[in-house]
């Protein structure tokens, strides 16, 4: 039994850091219609963007305060990159095949993937050959001497339990912009349907824009969230988490934010314990055996609607 | 409330889809407070004409000027703003938000609360089924539902000029009747219409002015009760 909750617990875990890079998925396929395969690769940025801002000059010791502004800049930094990345690689192509943006969407994972093998400082010597090598994301914070939470045999980290904590928060905070505020009215708006929504007065560019942003930043704190608990970072470790994000977000039905989180969470959870009563061999695989049987059987996502549309 | 000077001047608009050029230099005027009836056959143009106008396509040549600027060159979130609200051909209504949150977006560049308030419970009491299915998913309202609320959405923004793309298309009896009665009162208030209409009587009724679309040009125009007397127009649109 308390390995049964141990492995909730730890599936709970990881689910929630798919469900923060789900979100973004689902939140820019709702107003563009676009899989925006480069997601990934910004949740990677998010974690590069606190290793670089938690060493530069040192670091630091670590404190509530330095976590605080490392995870904010992080969101910051991976907010602006996904405005950028809309702004210039998505939006000259609007008007084009549907497949050019795709392609254009690899384009920008790759670019991300393979750039950040450099280090941002340009008197740097560039190794070679370049390659992924791996860093170690600091500590942001020093629980002393018992880092652990436990509860009926049941261990967490507190850096975990913090972690989720977060994720948890900030998925209420999305649930409320989205469905409470004008602006998630207007972006659920030109989800439906951009061009009514223009004839609304929405500046429908500025709210794809946000959209951006705003997945980007959410990436950004799953990628802090994980690396605080998984410290070896490297660039190309985006593209699996992408991937069964993205394999969450389907679940749940793509474009569907609820939906997002409860993929998210639900295939964290899936994986954990189908590795912890298996093989953890077989983590990997679940996601996507988990793609294929929602493909099969229930295309539009566990909790998407087949659109209905009087005429 | 007629005959001010003009609110809305189109231009020679001319408007391709691909190579199909669907505008071959469309012009007309709407003056302030003027209700001006746009109808032919199908395929004619006149949601093309519309679209162009409130700039949810952009047009090939031409010009538009809505209250003596030129807005051809506009985005469509920024004509609106200027005091033109556009229901579209298909009613446009946000079948994933509630009746509500439609109503809302229609105020949204409106920021006085109060107002806005009191907009929403103008258009309940316009259209009382839509007070009862406030709360509701607009994807579930009926057909006709879905219609009056695309033009009490039109007057959410408290616009001086509304387009208006078939509002009366699929309508009983009794709601055609209620729809053109409240235009009327909504262009009595000092609002003008460019109305696109099937039915061509009604609309020509409540015009001011009229044009008659075909194949994309102007080929007559008139006072409503002009055309409502041409044995042209008697043939062709209105069955006779
Ligand atoms: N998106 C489009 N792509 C290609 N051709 C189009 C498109 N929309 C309209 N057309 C063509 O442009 C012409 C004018 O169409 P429009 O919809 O303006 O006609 P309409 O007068 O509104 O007709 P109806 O009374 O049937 O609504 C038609 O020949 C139509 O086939
Ligand atoms: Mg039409």
Known sequence: MTEFFQHLVNGVSVGTIYALIALGYTMVYGVLK??????????????????YLGTVGGGGQPSFIRAAYITLGAMIVCGLLGYV???????PLRDQ?????LITAIGVSFLLEYGFQLTPWFREPVPFPPGPSPRFFPTLLDFGPAPSLEFLGVTVPKIDALGLVLALALMLLLQHIVYRTRFGTAMRAVSFDPQVAGLMGIPVNRIISMTFVLGSALAAAAGIINASSRPKIEPLFGLMSGLKAFVAAVLGGIGNVPGAMA???LLGVTEEYVAGYTSSSYRDAIAFAVLILVLLLRPEGLFGRATVEKV | MSDAGPILEVKDLRVHYGAIEALRGISLEVSDGQVVALIGANGAGKTTTLRAVSRMLRPSGGQVRFRGEDVTRLPSHAVVARGMAHAPEGRGIFLNLSVRENLDLGAYLRRDRAGIASDVERAYTLFPILAERRAQVAGTLSGGEQQML???????????LMLLDEPSLGLAPQVVERIFGVLRE????????????????KALQLAHRAYVLETG????QGTGRELLASPEVRKAYLGE
């Open chain 1, 34 to 51: 676009l899989i925006n395969f480069a997601h990934g690769d910004v949740y990677m940025v998010g974690a590069f963007s606190g290793y």
């Open chain 1, 85 to 91: 990345i809309e702004r210039f690689a998505y939006r």
């Open chain 1, 97 to 101: 095949a549907r497949l050019t943006s």
């Open chain 1, 263 to 265: 993929g998210g969470l």
């Open chain 2, 150 to 160: 695309a033009v009490a959405r039109a007057m959410m923004s408290r616009p001086k």
């Open chain 2, 186 to 201: 909504v262009n009595a208030s000092g609002v003008a219409l460019l109305l696109v209409e099937q039915n061509a009587h």
């Open chain 2, 217 to 220: 040009t102007v080929v007559m």
